[in-house]
């Protein structure tokens, strides 16, 4: 099992930063974030592998640290759009994908909330 806890979530005003970090219990091989705004499904935002350089999507960046177990998620230019409860998902699965039956851990997940 792995337990993963997620930290850093907060209110914010548009065009605002943030980052939010999850630690995991052990090493595990692929690392992501997922978010829920609500009245909407969970969706796929980025993941990393533990082979992986950090990598973007538009406004956000994931990035990685091995020796702490632990992701980021580095979110520039935030918009109330991305208001939503960001969780941590983690898989040993090398070959993993964005659907969230790859995903075997999740964490609780950390609020984000946007105001314009």
């Known amino acids: 099992q792995v337990q993963l806890v997620e930290s850093g979530g907060e209110s914010v005003q548009a065009g605002g930063s943030l980052r939010i970090s999850c630690a995991a219990s052990?090493?595990?091989?692929?690392m992501g974030w997922f978010r829920q705004a609500p009245g909407k499904e969970r969706e796929f935002v980025l993941a990393?592998?533990?082979r992986d350089a950090p990598s973007a999507k538009g406004r956000f960046t994931i990035s990685r640290d091995n020796a702490k177990n632990t992701v980021y998620l580095q979110m520039n230019s935030l918009e109330p759009e991305d208001t939503a409860v960001y969780y941590c998902?983690?898989?040993?699965?090398?070959?993993?994908?964005?659907?969230?039956?790859?995903?075997?851990?999740w964490g609780k997940g950390t609020q984000v909330t946007v105001s314009s």
């Open positions: 998902a983690a898989t040993d699965k090398v070959f993993f994908s964005t659907n969230l039956g790859d995903w075997h851990y």
């Open positions: 052990r090493f595990v091989y692929a």
């Open positions: 990393i592998s533990g």
